[in-house]
């Protein structure tokens, strides 16, 4: 039962996680782009974070305990070594958002209605979500092919 329920919250994390980062991204592209659309933004950064500390548990869980499969298997399978490319790749590109929005959610606190948001750091950093938003279908797809065998090592 348990692997079952680390299986379903990770998939969960996939839909949590692509629903943030693009409602992320279409509220920093808001045009006007005021303080509304930062709250918007900061809320769904809440879940993309959401999403990516389910993936990281429950995704190591899987791996470390072996509750679908031996650890040498994800270890030897280059689909699941593309996989976790994908998951790096979106820990890399996050760490500038992340520390910008960071510090957006503390100025608008301190700043109260005073406070206004960069609008080409908002749009920059929609685009850095659009491109996570890829990488995350792209990570589906390789845990598709994955569950269905493809990538096993050869022996």
Do not use: Q
């Amino acid at each position: 039962m348990l692997r079952v329920v680390l299986a379903a919250l990770h998939l969960l994390a996939f839909g949590i996680g692509l629903g943030a980062v693009i409602a992320r991204s279409a509220a920093l592209r808001a045009r006007p782009f005021g303080r509304a659309d930062a709250a918007r933004a900061f809320a769904a950064d809440g879940w993309w974070g959401v999403a990516a500390m389910l993936w990281l548990a429950t995704g190591v869980w899987r791996l470390m305990a072996g509750t679908d499969k031996a650890t040498a298997y994800y270890t030897h399978n280059h689909v699941f070594l593309a996989k976790m490319g994908c998951f790096v790749a979106i820990l890399v590109l996050e760490a500038w958002p992340m520390v910008t929005l960071l510090r957006w959610r503390s100025a608008a606190r301190r700043g109260g209605s005073g406070w206004h948001p960069n609008t080409d750091t908002a749009r920059r950093i929609a685009a850095v979500g659009y491109l996570e938003a890829v990488l995350v279908v792209v990570m589906v797809f390789l845990a598709t092919a994955m569950a269905r065998g493809i990538g096993e090592a050869v022996r």
